[in-house]
């Protein structure tokens, strides 16, 4: 067929269209790039009379063409100019809907509507060792107080015994259009979040298991179920904190993630007396049913408190009763795949919050969590049940929660709450040198 008839029959296609023909080989490469093509699409999107543009005004088409000098840049510009202003758009709508925050947990509070309206969504990408990649599409997704939960599962998974890595990455569609529902099928862009070994599963990452499953926790914040007879995939569960999300989600590529911007040190007025007035909003949930929702404030520690690189700073403390919390309910760990589902007992999700002084996020983590059975009994005279500890740590800090099992009211009291500020973090912050 004649490139002048194929032109014209590409002329009548959307942008996303157009984009997949091209995709089709090397001649439609070409002809899909015409500019006179990506320029009506331009126009049409962009033109500040938008209105009065028809599509299928030949006439019109034309003279603004030769108004904005097609024939003067290469093959495919209008397309690339397209593409980068319709990202811009969506990156600019996003930031709006970005700045509202909660004054509880200093994160957006419009974050539903910013994945509605950017399309966004997440994927895990399979990389066998021969090279081969399974690109597996989301098939839960809940947005909580300071977290997104993602779950992956069904038949089609591939070998454990010949997977080397986990992609997760964030997708958006290239083109959005906010008057219809994105589509999975349309050109997407990756922005890779975090990559993961699959090699193999060390004792010490398993963190739960019932009569069919053990889970394990892969930092940051990914959870692999495995079935226990065939040691195969079962589900994968991704737990992202929405400090910086959206960025992490759309600003990266396929192959290195979104850095942040270099951190200006905040100043620190009274650096002698240690950190005071930060705030903590943490969580503990699966499955939508919350075990705690708690918002602890004016918490304070001094310089005195630091030991061994880091700053102690007490939520929770022991020997104050009136401080001692209970969580709700039977703590689990919720799973479900296409077949069947479960409850894993003393596992659960930890969102955690801190804010500075100044509001700002200072150290944010969403992960599962096991309470493990204590060695050491409380020294206390009010606890005769079972005691549990709670731990976790990454390069920001570390957290250590102790409870009780109170067998009259059967259910577990926090007794103690401690987080463990890393100095390097600290410093790194503030621009001190503790």
């Not at 990506?38 to 009065?52: E, G, L, M, Q």
């Not at 890779?192 to 914040?221: V, W």
């Not at 007879?229 to 600003?251: G, I, W, Y």
């Amino acid at each position: 067929m004649p490139p002048e008839i194929l032109l014209k029959i590409l002329s009548y296609l959307d942008a996303v269209t157009l984009l997949c023909a091209g995709c089709v080989n090397r001649r439609f490469y070409h002809l899909a790039n015409d500019n006179f093509i990506w320029i009506r699409i331009y126009s049409t999107a962009f033109s500040p009379k938008r209105s009065s543009w028809k599509v299928n005004s030949v006439a019109k088409t034309a003279v603004s063409a030769n108004l904005l000098s097609v024939e003067d840049k290469e093959a495919g510009y209008w397309k690339k100019e397209y593409i980068t202003k319709q990202i811009a758009s969506v990156k600019a709508a996003l930031a709006q809907l970005l700045k509202p925050v909660s004054p509880y947990t200093g994160l957006p509070v419009k974050t539903k509507e910013a994945i509605r309206i950017s399309g966004l969504g997440w994927v895990i990408i399979l990389k066998e060792k021969s090279g081969r990649e399974y690109v597996m599409e989301h098939v839960e997704l809940s947005v909580n107080d300071s977290s997104v939960t993602i779950v992956w599962y069904g038949k089609n998974w591939p070998r454990l015994a010949t997977l080397s890595t986990l992609n997760l990455c964030g997708v958006t569609p290239v083109f959005m259009d906010r008057s219809k529902i994105p589509t999975k099928n349309g050109p997407r862009w990756h922005s890779l979040i975090a990559k993961y070994s699959l090699s193999h599963f060390p004792e010490s990452t398993m963190i739960g298991c019932d009569r069919l499953i053990r889970i394990f926790h892969l930092n940051p914040g990914l959870l692999v179920g495995l079935w226990k007879r065939e040691e195969e995939l079962a589900f994968v569960t991704a737990n992202l904190h929405l400090h910086h999300l959206a960025e992490r989600s759309t600003l990266g590529s396929a192959a290195l993630p979104y850095e942040l911007p270099p951190h200006t040190p905040r100043l620190d007025d009274t650096p002698e007396y240690g950190l005071h007035g930060y705030q903590l909003h943490v969580d503990m949930h699966s499955g939508g049913i919350f075990y705690l929702c708690s918002t602890f404030r004016n918490l304070f520690t001094k310089k005195g408190h630091i030991e061994n690189g880091y700053a102690k700073l007490t939520v929770i403390h022991f020997k104050n009763n009136t401080e001692h919390l209970p969580l709700v309910g039977k703590v689990g760990l919720s799973w479900r795949t296409d077949v069947f589902d479960g409850c894993i007992k003393s596992c659960s999700i930890m969102d955690m919050t801190l804010l500075d002084e100044y509001g700002q996020p200072f150290w944010c983590f969403s992960s599962p969590v096991c309470m493990r059975s204590s060695p050491r009994p409380l020294d206390g005279p009010h606890f005769w049940g079972q005691t549990y500890d709670v731990d976790y740590v990454d390069s920001a800090g570390r957290l250590h929660m102790e409870l009780v099992w109170i067998t009259e009211t059967e259910e577990h009291f926090i007794v103690s709450l401690v987080l463990y500020l890393s100095v390097a973090k600290i410093n790194h912050w503030f621009g001190t040198r503790y």
